[in-house]
T-cell receptor, first 112, second 114 residues
Framework: AQSVSQHNHHVILSEAASLELGCNYS??????LFWYVQYPGQHLQLLLK??????LVKGIKGFEAEFIKSKFSFNLRKPSVQWSDTAEYFC??????????FGAGTRLFVKA | DTGVSQNPRHKITKRGQNVTFRCDPI?????LYWYRQTLGQGPEFLTY????????KSRLLSDRFSAERPKGSFSTLEIQRTEQGDSAMYLC????????????FGEGSRLTVL
């Protein structure tokens, strides 16, 4: 069965630190990849997405992610985090069907 | 674009009671999804509608769960004879048929079964 694995459940960083959140998926075919973010008290919203082409994709608020097909990975990065990046981050994969499969999420807390 | 709307936002019920949640998707979106999220987990797919047709259901959706989208607009998710294990956040999402997969989520309906 298809699955998505996020490496870290909780991450605590100080402002200006660099961020990398790991995501691996299990599916051998073509995938669409997503990172969603949920800020405290808000609904899930799209951070960035990969469908095809350049494996390095840029999203909102300075986030980027790199698709490495050989590693089945789609890690999220940000060079310098801010307090306002405190949120829960979900990696998600959509295969050929209708459903999108989500990882368990990573809670990021940024200390001011 | 008023976003995806869900109600009620919170529901507390006693075990064995029936509950119904409503989702109003973004108006031009013909695809509608229900997900369930429990503490420490990501959203788990429950079911999918394209217009009024329910095209996919997860094995998570037991016989006590039923979802409808009668006119291809709003959708309801009913849980009959609720159990404590049904306590979760029920999320609705919608997307446009031309969209390549981005989901637009509502704020969710939190169910607590006592």
């Amino acid at each position: 069965a298809q699955s998505v694995s996020q490496h870290n459940h909780h991450v605590i960083l100080s402002e200006a630190a660099s961020l990398e959140l790991g995501c691996n998926y299990s599916y051998g075919g073509t995938v669409n990849l997503f990172w969603y973010v949920q800020y405290p008290g808000q609904h899930l919203q799209l951070l960035l997405k990969y469908f095809s082409g350049d494996p390095l994709v840029k999203g909102i608020k300075g986030f980027e992610a790199e698709f490495i097909k050989s590693k089945f990975s789609f890690n999220l990065r940000k060079p310098s985090v801010q307090w306002s990046d405190t949120a829960e981050y979900f990696c998600a994969v959509k295969t050929g069907g209708f459903k999108t499969i989500f990882g368990a999420g990573t809670r990021l807390f940024v200390k001011a | 674009d008023t976003g995806v709307s869900q109600n009620p936002r919170h529901k507390i019920t006693k075990r064995g009671q029936n509950v119904t949640f409503r989702c109003d998707p973004i108006s031009e979106h013909n695809r509608l999804y229900w997900y369930r999220q429990t503490l420490g987990q990501g959203p788990e797919f429950l079911t999918y509608f394209q217009n009024e047709a329910q095209l996919e259901k997860s094995r998570l959706l037991s016989d006590r769960f039923s979802a409808e989208r009668p006119k291809g607009s709003f959708s309801t998710l009913e849980i009959q004879r609720t159990e404590q294990g049904d306590s979760a956040m029920y999320l609705c999402a919608s997307s446009h048929r031309e969209n390549t997969g981005e989901l637009f989520f509502g704020e969710g309906s939190r169910l607590t079964v006592l």
